[in-house]
């Protein structure tokens, strides 16, 4: 029988022989090891590691924790990992506390275990008690043909919580040779800030799980996480904000790296980068070399604006080129009406991730709207 217990250096939750923990500085190696290990599996095999230490990258946003997984009877052998993230979102039109599972990780030699996974999962509200009882929903992202993940979680297997797919966000990697030398962007100053949350929140409204920006976050952001408001950028007509883009620069402490290539791409990939150099798409790596990539982060547009919405990006991708990034990217719900027009101009290369809720047994989300869900890629 699982329970909670308390100990000297946290809270611990254990299942007879596994342990479940709160991480700490000390587990450090044995985290990136994890997410080295276990990469994210698809067309392409990226591993998110963490460089110089897994905690820099922690409370982007809200409020970050990360679990380790432990064998109790093979010294403490390292299972696995998961990550958990409570941040303001908007749902059904409304900003609220929203709870994220992510960096779920299982070491080979335990991956076959079901129990491992269910003890797991239900170790996270005894390991968050005060975040996770002001949480009404919950939800995840998964690479959408990462087949063998989703057809385990979304099995409605009684042992673990039932995940739901809500919608698919894309996330257009986009080359910086699209680039425009900035004439409608300019640099944000701190007396833009009430303008920027006002543009954003009023457009991210309409989604699910869009992050609400808070003025005082904004204000209070450091070069620490490669973000600040120097690294926003405005498009205004008169006084008025009208679009808004930040440049987040993640490189210094989280790193995307290239594992692989399935089926024929592993074989064709010099010809593939041929054809994508002349087409202007994003290149792709070889194995072993990181991403050379920044975000194309909090990207809000009126209505009036839309039609300047592939030049603003272009110029976003010229800021981007000077911090000596290859690619932005950036994030939107499979819907979102602009998608067409940034296809056919900028050529990018589509990822694409399914959104799903989570709800366990005894604790079911909040219904949904009908509203698309369009989290911020870049804390995910």
């Known amino acids: 029988m699982a329970e909670a217990t308390i100990c000297q250096n946290g809270v611990l939750y254990r299942a007879g022989n596994l342990i479940y923990r709160r991480a700490n500085r000390a587990d450090d190696k044995a985290l990136n090891q994890l997410l080295r290990d276990n990469p994210m599996q698809g067309w392409l095999t990226l591993s998110l590691e963490r460089k110089p230490t897994y905690f820099a990258s922690e409370n982007l946003i809200g409020k970050s924790r990360t679990i380790i997984a432990l064998d109790a009877s093979k010294d403490e052998q390292v299972v696995g ?58 939800f995840t992202s998964i690479a959408s043909d990462n087949y063998s993940a989703r057809r385990l ?40 800030i009430p303008g920027i949350c006002e543009l954003h929140n009023r457009q991210m409204a309409k989604y699910n799980f869009a992050t609400y920006l808070d003025p005082n976050w904004l204000s209070s952001l450091s070069a620490t996480k490669g973000l600040g408001i120097e690294d926003f950028w405005v498009y205004k007509i008169g006084q008025g904000i009208q679009a808004c883009i930040a440049i987040w620069d993640q490189r210094s402490f989280k790193q995307v790296v290239v594992q692989g290539y399935r089926f024929p791409l592993d074989r064709l990939r010099p010809l593939y980068n041929l054809g994508a150099y002349l087409l202007g798409k994003p290149l ?12 194309l982060s909090f990207f809000s547009i009126s209505p009036e ?49 399914c959104i799903e809720t989570v709800d366990w047994a005894n604790r079911k989300s909040a219904p949904l709207n009908s509203a698309p869900p369009q989290p911020e890629i870049a804390i995910l």
């Open 153 to 192: 979680l979304e099995a409605k297997n009684r042992s673990l919580p039932c995940y739901t797919p809500v919608g698919e966000l894309l996330t257009l990697a986009i080359s910086v040779r699209h680039s425009k030398q900035p004439m409608l962007l300019q640099p944000a100053t701190k007396d833009d």
């Open 81 to 138: 990992m998961y990550r958990v993230a409570f941040m303001p979102m908007f749902v059904n039109g409304k900003y609220i506390q929203v709870g994220y599972l992510g960096e779920l990780r299982v070491n080979k030699a335990y991956r076959n275990s079901l129990r491992i996974l269910k003890y797991g999962f239900d170790s996270i509200h005894p390991l968050n008690q005060l975040e996770s009882a002001d949480t009404s929903v919950w």
């Open 284 to 295: 792709l790596p070889k194995k072993g070399s990181q991403l050379e990539s920044v975000y």
């Open 305 to 353: 604006a839309e039609k300047h919405a592939v030049n603003i990006l272009q110029e976003a991708l010229y800021i981007s080129g000077l911090k000596k990034a290859k690619t932005g990217l950036l994030g939107l719900s499979d819907c979102d009406p602009l998608i067409p027009a940034l296809r056919a101009a900028l050529n990018p290369v589509v990822y694409k991730t």
